[in-house]
């Protein structure tokens, strides 16, 4: 199948609010095509980064997915429908203070550090357009952008920085606990991600000044029970979104 149809069936997915697409379709990608139909498809939808997840895949590279500026807000303001949506994720994100190049972030690893001003946590909607994820293999998900659909924030900075030990995760759905565990780190490391991408970033999403980059899911993928309000409790941070 040609990449123009690969990015046509997820934009009418997308448009639609469904999981209808054949993953298998996209499991013959390689990394290059799946970022080609990531970047179509965005460009499709008239759509723009609001902030980026970072992640690491099998073979150690650094990979990002955009999560569209449409739908990223403040706690207890984002409203979202729940017809694509799989789950949600609790994470901490870095706020760039400094734009940082992957020739810098090759150079010294202490430099992507620095280009950090300060952290902040956040819930990750997750939602595809695939009816079995799974068919669509490693690429397939890249080009669905790794099931990344909206993100929430919280906007005061987190004290504890990127550290997550000791640190436990509530989830409630309409006041009832779905989840609740420690927090863990979902890499070796609170910044390996961040570390992985920056040697090796994509020309379409750059890490720049102000920009923010969500580091991975520090509690799995939690299913979102019905519609109803979902409270994620973080340390101090506690954080709302509501799904009809």
Same mark, same amino acid.
Do not use: W
């Given at each position: ?31 290059? $095509? ?13 759509? *723009? ?23 990223? $807000?403040?706690?207890?303001?984002? @409203? ?16 760039? $203070? ?38 669509? #293999? ?24 990127? *550290?997550? *030990? ?9 006041? @009832? ?11 070796? @490391? ?19 000044? #102000?920009?923010?980059? @969500? ?30």
């Amino acid at each position: 199948m040609s990449t123009e149809n690969l990015i046509a069936q997820l934009v009418a997915a997308q448009r639609a609010g469904v999981k209808s697409v054949n993953g298998a379709a996209y499991a013959e990608l390689d990394r290059t $095509g799946a970022y080609e139909v990531q970047r179509g498809v965005m460009a499709a939808l008239g759509e *723009e980064p609001g902030l980026v997840k970072v992640g690491i895949a099998a073979d150690g590279a650094g990979i990002v997915a955009p999560i569209y500026a449409s739908r990223v $807000g403040l706690s207890g303001s984002l @409203t979202l429908p729940l017809g694509s949506i799989v789950g949600i994720e609790v994470e901490v994100a870095a706020v760039l $203070g400094s734009d940082l190049s992957a020739d810098t972030a090759r150079q010294d690893e202490i430099d992507i550090v620095e280009a950090v001003d300060h952290y902040i946590v956040g819930i990750e909607v997750c939602g595809t357009r695939f009816v079995d994820r799974k068919l669509a #293999g490693a690429n397939g998900q890249l080009a669905d952008g790794l099931a990344c659909y909206g993100y929430v924030i919280d906007p005061a900075p987190r004290e504890a920085g990127a *550290e997550v *030990e000791n640190y436990d995760i509530v989830i409630e759905h309409n006041g @009832t606990v779905i989840y609740s565990a420690p927090a863990k780190l979902p890499f070796d @490391t609170p910044l390996s991600s961040l570390v992985a991408y920056a040697k090796a970033q994509q020309p379409a999403y750059p890490l720049k000044k #102000g920009g923010i980059a @969500t580091l991975g899911s520090l509690c799995g993928m939690v299913p979102v029970p019905g519609p109803g309000t979902i409270t994620a409790r973080f340390g101090n941070h506690v954080l709302t979104v509501d799904f009809v």
